[in-house]
């Protein structure tokens, strides 16, 4: 698939992984719909100033754990552009918890934020996709939620994005050959919330991976650049890990 024209809709992309995709799909001609929930300032400088350098977005706040939202995402991309071509479910957040003492509201977060968006947005996207052309849904789990991996001390999460990536094999089963459906499983990825960690921790991060550093969030966006323009993989979850799982 060739980007130029291409409607893409890219959830929490006002920073981090999803600005990145934001930015690098619009350098390849693709027509953007920014969104997040809380980060309004973050959205809508992306949206300007993709359109400042001579490409197309829009800004769109919605609150994808929310189904009438998720609805309202899509349906934004469709008024605005005409069609949905391609889903990025890259929103997501993550919260740390002690297992025992953990309370159900913070699960409830944790699966909004990481899961239930993903589902949302691709119900809504699904149907405006088998009606029209097909498309591509792409997701982001994480090395946590892959076999013999893990956070301890974040279980929702790691459990959230397993679901993530459980999501991406069935739906992929489900709707293919229409629509092609995969992941990327980012490691520690250089975001800004790292930057507030004492510098002993991310180090310690960093010595768990091969390649001695983080992640870009541009390393990130094109892996995703390449799961968009293939018309030969679907089902599939690829690691961008710095080498995280060679243990």
């Not at 754990?65 to 957040?93: C, H, M, R």
């Not at 913070?106 to 589902?119: C, E, H, K, T």
């Amino acid at each position: 698939m060739e980007l130029k024209d291409k409607v893409v809709v890219i959830t929490g992309s006002s920073s981090g992984i999803g600005e990145a995709t934001a930015r690098l799909f619009a350098k390849e001609g693709a027509k953007i719909v920014v969104n997040s929930n809380s980060n309004t300032e973050g959205g809508e400088k992306v949206a300007s100033e993709i359109n400042a350098a001579g490409g197309r977005a829009v800004y769109f706040k919605a609150d994808v754990s929310v189904p009438n939202e998720a609805n309202a995402l899509i349906k934004e991309a469709i008024s605005k552009f005409g069609a949905i071509d391609i889903l990025i479910n890259n929103a997501g957040a993550y919260e740390s918890q002690d297992f025992i003492n953990s309370s159900k509201e913070s699960w409830d977060r944790v699966f909004n934020n990481n899961l239930f968006g993903a589902i949302f947005c691709s119900q809504s996207a699904a149907k405006e996709m088998l009606n029209r052309n097909g498309g591509k849904i792409l997701n982001t789990a994480s090395v946590y939620g892959l076999e013999h991996t893990g956070d301890p001390n974040g279980m929702a999460y790691s459990i959230a994005k397993a679901g993530v990536i459980s999501l991406t094999k069935n739906l992929a089963k489900l709707w293919s050959p229409k629509i092609l459906v995969n992941a990327v499983a980012p490691g520690y990825v250089q975001i800004p919330r790292f930057n507030t960690f004492p510098e002993s921790e991310q180090k310690a991060m960093i010595n768990e991976m091969r390649l001695g550093r983080f992640i870009k969030p541009e390393e990130i966006a094109e892996a995703f650049l390449y799961l968009a323009k293939s018309d030969a993989v679907t089902g599939e979850v690829l690691v961008v890990d710095g080498g995280f799982g060679l243990k």
